[in-house]
């Protein structure tokens, strides 16, 4: 099973609040990324990272940020939430030279009221 | 830009075989990955297959590729209940520099008794 994890697991937050999503790994992997997941199922990269101070944006355009001081570490900040945010959100990770076979973290379910 | 196009649901009873079946665009895709969601959790790699295959198997799982048609399937013998869950197929593409995964739009398979 794979060491990553995400918390908190679910949130449920108000409109303007500032929130950061967590998402840790273990297993020494230089790259991460964060997907923003429909209600539809459909999975869209939003964020991307090859190793400490490297971060990327994705396919789809986010208001969220991410940093990657540390390499087991890939929050994820939104400054001022709003109801369009409510998503899951799932973080994943991967070695240098097999990057496609991500792992993933159980995600992290976001309501904004 | 790459299109990844699964249908959306699909039920099977117990002990049946369970057919997905997913289209790709991107003709230059090296490989294509099944990943498997069950509810409330993050995404589990089930297995890949390389563009110079047709056909990969490991245990109840049989993966098929038409790279002419840029049509992967996935067979599941004999499902099981446990089986029941939400599966992306998904290619590698390019970002730029690097590559990423696009998935596609999911399948959610229901296994009945």
């Not at chain 1, 020494?28 to 944006?57: A, C, F, R």
């Not at chain 2, 003709?27 to 969601?37: A, D, E, V």
């Not at chain 2, 840029?70 to 869950?85: F, V």
């Not at chain 2, 197929?89 to 590559?99: I, L």
């Amino acid at each position: 099973e794979a060491d990553i994890y995400q918390t908190p697991r679910y949130l449920v937050i108000g409109t303007g609040k500032k929130i950061t999503l967590e998402c840790s790994q273990t297993m020494g992997h230089d790259k991460m990324y964060w997907y923003q997941q429909d209600p539809g199922m459909e999975l869209h990269l939003i964020h991307y990272s090859y190793g400490v101070n490297s971060t990327e944006k994705g396919d789809l355009s986010s208001e969220s940020t991410v940093s990657r001081i540390r390499t087991e570490h890939f929050p994820l900040t939104l400054e001022s939430a709003r109801p369009s945010h409510t998503s899951q959100y799932l973080c994943a990770s991967s070695k240098r030279d097999r990057d496609l076979e991500q792992y993933f973290g159980p995600g992290t379910r976001l309501t904004v009221t | 830009g790459e299109d990844v196009e699964q249908s959306l649901f699909l039920s099977v009873r117990e002990g049946d075989s369970s057919v997905i079946n997913c289209t790709y665009t991107d003709s230059s895709s090296t490989y294509l990955y099944w990943y498997k969601q069950e509810p409330g959790a993050g995404l589990q790699l089930l297995t890949y297959i390389f563009s110079n295959m047709d056909m990969k198997q490991d245990q109840r799982l049989t993966v098929l590729l038409n790279k002419k048609d840029k049509h992967l399937s996935l067979r599941i013998a004999d499902t099981q209940t446990g089986d029941s869950a939400i599966y992306f197929c998904a290619e590698k593409s390019r970002a730029g520099t690097a590559s990423k995964l696009t998935f596609g739009t999911g399948t959610r398979l229901q296994v009945t008794l």
